[in-house]
C-alpha cells in the first residue's frame, strides 16, 4: 500500500489560490494513477483530478477544468494541486489517494486537508 498525506489546505477569500500538496511514501510504482478527491459537508465524495506519476492524461471534473491544476514530482514522490480562482463551492475537505493503474478504484487514501472558500 501507499501512505499519502497532504497539507496545504486553509482559508481562503473567493477569488483567491491555493496549493495542496501530497507526500507519498511505500510501494509507489511510475504507471500508478493519483488522483484528488473531495468531500464537501453533506454531500458524497466527489473525483476533482488525477495524473499518473508519469504525468499522462490528467483528467479533472469539469467544474474545476481552467482553474486547478494536478501535477506531479515523481522523485520527490509528490503530487500537487494548484487551485486558483477559487469559489466558495470549492469548500471541502481535499484527499489525496492512489491506485494501479490495472486497477479502477483507488485504493489508498490520504487524511484529507480543509480547503474553505469564503464570498
Known amino acids: 500500500q501507499v501512505q499519502l498525506v497532504e497539507s496545504g489546505g486553509g482559508l481562503v477569500q473567493a477569488g483567491g489560490s491555493l496549493r495542496l500538496s501530497c507526500a507519498a511514501s511505500?510501494?509507489?510504482?511510475?504507471?500508478?494513477?493519483m488522483g484528488w478527491f473531495r468531500r464537501a459537508a453533506g454531500k458524497e465524495r466527489e473525483f476533482v483530478a488525477a495524473?499518473?506519476?508519469?504525468?499522462?492524461?490528467?483528467s479533472y471534473v469539469d467544474s474545476v477544468k481552467g482553474r486547478f491544476t494536478i501535477s506531479r514530482d515523481y522523485v520527490k514522490k509528490m503530487v500537487y494541486l494548484q487551485m486558483n480562482s477559487l469559489k466558495p463551492e470549492d469548500t471541502a475537505v481535499y484527499y489525496c489517494?492512489?491506485?494501479?493503474?490495472?486497477?479502477?478504484?483507488?485504493?489508498?487514501w490520504g487524511q484529507g486537508t480543509q480547503v474553505t472558500v469564503s464570498s
Open positions: 511505500g510501494r509507489t510504482f511510475i504507471r500508478d494513477v
Open positions: 489517494a492512489a491506485r494501479r493503474q490495472s486497477e479502477s478504484d483507488f485504493d489508498s
Open positions: 495524473i499518473s506519476w508519469t504525468g499522462d492524461s490528467p
